[in-house]
């Protein structure tokens, strides 16, 4: 994704929305995670229960990119980080989602 959009409802019917640029794209759950968390600490301010909230992942790249011929490789924490999320990704399709969770 590489943008995050947040519709919230409060419980009185008042309604906030916020969106994160995401640079660069990821699909790392961590990353999402933590841009989620800032998107809703900055789109929820007040005080009141929130009725609903809707949070949408956005991939605005449509088609092929251009790759650059001389980029950096990514750092080994997040090449190991992509691999986990894979092996993640295939136990819960095998197993279904519940059979792995992150810890609290």
């Not at 790392?28 to 998107?39: G, I, K, N, P, Y």
């Not at 301010?45 to 991939?59: D, E, G, K, Y």
């Amino acid at each position: 994704a590489d943008r995050l959009e947040l519709h919230a409802r409060y419980a009185d019917h008042r309604e906030a929305d916020g969106w994160e640029v995401l640079d660069p794209a990821t699909d790392l759950d961590t990353a999402l995670v933590a841009a989620a968390r800032r998107l809703l600490d900055r789109a929820v301010t007040r005080r009141i229960a929130l009725s609903a909230v809707r949070l949408t992942t956005v991939l605005a790249a449509a088609g092929d990119v251009q790759l650059s011929l001389f980029a950096a490789p990514a750092p080994v924490a997040v090449v190991r980080r992509a691999a986990l999320n894979a092996a993640i990704d295939r136990v819960r399709r095998r197993y279904g989602t519940a059979s792995l969770r992150y810890a609290v």
